[in-house]
DNA sequence: CTTGACCTTCCCATGATGGGAAGCTCCACA
DNA sequence: TGTGGAGCTTCCCATCATGGGAAGGTCAAG
């Protein structure tokens, strides 16, 4: 099986496929006598493992870990679990990030009358002209040094 | 004011300021003699309407639209709150996108021992061999578009 | 033999940010 | 007056995961 049958065979790009070998997240193929890459059911399947867990929003680094996992028999489930649980508090610590400009955003929305006049309270608000709640200080890093 | 106090008035670093200017998104600040740029409170207020609107979410190219508008006095509220409308659908989709993912991870995380034995339904369901209700079929949902 | 669909490698772009090098300027202090 | 260091300048590179596209080889069908 070419890279394109493997690809569409995996829902994996033939370019991502290329790069996961590239960076070294999945092994070399073999080629065959005109140099295309070989895959068979095998690397499919690996394939697959590796886009169902991007689907669930894990990165690269952690989807390599998983698939080691994956490949290891004499693994602990904890292991596994400790990625997944890592990452689910990653992925609650970003929504809960978004939650909070959703908020300051339709309070400032339903304040802004969206006619054709110039007044806006959004525009105010990004001003610093608060109208009421002001989220994310985020400001203070290294500053002066 | 150079650049460094600039960035601590308005807690954007010299190197994003450089960058913002490089992008056409402020204009390119006068030089003194010695070749510094130099800011006064006019450009202090212009990269703290950029902080806050990128701490709400909004990108650079949606960023310079608001600045646009909040320097346009005969602008329409509808066209700021239309910017807004439209970040606030998008910031939902992620976020409900991120909270399936949350969901199926927790399902498995609860279903997986998480001990020294390598039995493992996380990597059972990667694998797809699914432990049950799986979201995310791996051939309909097209990441590509 | 030609055409077109594949495959190969290589380079570039994205978005927003940081890191760091090499070299300049400025200021304070001894 | 010299010197050190902080701060400024530009330039290049890295991130993360992905796609676009060019230039060229290969294969199968017509």
Redesign the interface.
């Known amino acids: 099986m070419n890279i394109g049958e493997a690809s569409s065979a995996s829902?994996v790009?033939a370019k991502m496929i290329r790069y996961y070998e590239e960076i070294g997240l999945i092994r070399p193929m073999g080629r065959s006598g005109n140099n295309y890459r070989v895959y068979g059911e095998e690397e499919v399947?690996i394939l697959?493992?590796i886009?169902?867990?991007r689907?669930?929003?894990f990165s690269l680094e952690e989807t390599e870990t998983?698939l080691k996992?994956?490949q290891?028999?004499?693994?602990?489930?904890?292991a596994?679990?400790?990625v997944?649980?890592a990452?689910?508090g990653d992925?609650?610590r970003?929504?809960a990030e978004?939650?909070g400009?959703?908020k300051?955003?339709?309070h400032?929305?339903h304040c802004?009358?969206?006619?054709?006049?110039?007044?806006?309270p959004?525009?105010d608000?990004?001003?610093?002209n608060g109208v009421g709640d002001v989220?994310?200080p985020?400001?203070?890093r290294k500053?002066?040094a």
Chains 1, 2 share one sequence.
Request: with cysteine; net charge positive.
């Open positions: 829902g790009s399947h697959r493992f886009k169902r867990a689907n669930l929003g998983l996992l994956w290891d028999k004499d693994r602990e489930s904890s596994v679990k400790d997944a649980t990452h689910i992925l609650e970003r929504i978004m939650q400009m959703v300051t955003l339709k400032l929305a802004c009358g969206g006619d054709n006049r110039p007044n806006c959004i525009l608000d990004l001003a610093g989220p994310v985020a400001a203070g500053m002066h």
